[in-house]
């Protein structure tokens, strides 16, 4: 009886840190979700972004918050939720810390897919171009782990290099195709940079089936992603089947990745960066891991949209290039770490 007692205090604090930290990351999304609304070229005040949402009546204020803020204020955290979820199944497949959908080339593939699929097929539609991106991150993906394995086996460095490879290879496809067709690349070059400007409401709207099923499909694999971080033959010793958990797993990661850029093109490096602050934050049971990335990616990424819109005001930079530039910075340091 004391030996239970004694159990049940340990882990009560344990529990009440985790829901609080969980809140404190829920309402810090809230706040700025709200700034996302009202920061800008023009500053808008509580009541009339109310107004414009309960009582849309048309004014160019109205205008401005529901059908230009509103959109990327619910796009932005959606993108980096995925790209966060994304970003830990990535890492845990590859056993490498260093790994993301950027590195392995799948926002790459995704990013090749939308461009072929509109420039080439004529695709016009948001669902179409959702599921051609979702494709070309699926595609991507086991092409890269083929290859990676029948090269030597699954190894972190083999990985990361034909993911690095293919990830060029796709960005000059893109440059290629755009260089052949201006008119595409006016309409193109801004998307390709990573951007959530100028996005219609029902881009996030189709995009957000994908998020939902990618980010329920990585949450059921969570216990099997657990013992996944070992190796293969414990992995394999404990019952887990590599084949039909890694299969899922780049089907949640594709359909992540690929409705993260289909809504805003590629946002470079959040898949990176935001794994290791979930697990600084969780530790490695990937049930808290997965979550943790979906709200602290949201944060991220509504973060450096508000940033985008300041740093060169009162033009508005692309968001892909703010984080462009914390995932670079922390990939060196990463790279560093490794080398030492």
Not at 172 to 179: D, E, I, P, R
Not at 191 to 208: H, M, P
Not at 297 to 309: E, H, K, P, S, W
């Amino acid at each position: 009886m004391p030996l239970a007692s004694s159990t049940t205090s340990n882990r009560a604090p344990w529990r009440i840190g985790q829901r609080a930290l969980f809140l404190l990351l829920g309402a810090s999304l809230l706040v700025l979700m709200y700034l996302s609304l009202a920061l800008g070229y023009r500053l808008y005040a509580p009541t009339e972004i109310w107004g414009a949402l309960t009582a849309f009546d048309g004014s160019e204020t109205d205008v401005v918050i529901r059908d230009l803020r509103l959109p990327r204020a619910l796009m932005a955290p959606m993108v980096g939720a995925a790209l966060g979820i994304a970003g830990v199944l990535v890492q845990t497949l590859a056993r490498n810390r260093i790994a993301s959908p950027d590195t392995l080339g799948l926002n790459a593939g995704a990013a090749f897919a939308v461009v072929m699929a509109s420039g080439i097929f004529g695709v016009a539609s948001l669902p179409g171009l959702s599921v051609a991106a979702a494709a070309g991150a699926l595609g991507t993906s086991f092409i890269v782990f083929g290859l990676a394995a029948a090269a030597g086996g699954i190894s972190p460095l083999r990985i990361v290099l034909v993911g690095v490879t293919f990830a060029g290879l796709f960005d000059s496809f893109v440059n290629v195709v755009l260089t052949v067709n201006e008119t595409m690349l006016d309409q193109l070059l801004f998307w390709l940079a990573g951007s959530f400007a100028d996005r219609k409401i029902e881009l996030a709207l189709n995009g957000l089936p994908f998020v939902l099923v990618g980010g329920v499909l990585a949450f059921s694999l969570a216990r099997s992603l657990d013992i996944l971080q070992t190796d293969d033959s414990t992995a394999r010793g404990l019952g887990v089947p590599l084949g039909v958990v890694r299969g899922l797993s780049f089907v949640s990661v594709a359909l992540l990745s690929g409705a993260a850029v289909a809504m805003a093109g590629p946002v470079l490096f959040v898949g990176l960066v935001v794994p290791h602050a979930a697990r600084a934050l969780v530790g490695l049971d990937h049930r808290l891991q997965i979550v943790a990335a979906a709200l602290v990616g949201a944060l991220y990424t509504t973060l450096a949209d508000i940033v985008a819109r300041f740093v060169i005001y009162p033009r508005e930079a692309p968001v892909g290039a703010i984080t462009a530039i914390v995932g670079g910075c922390l990939l060196l340091v990463l790279l560093r770490r490794r080398a030492a």
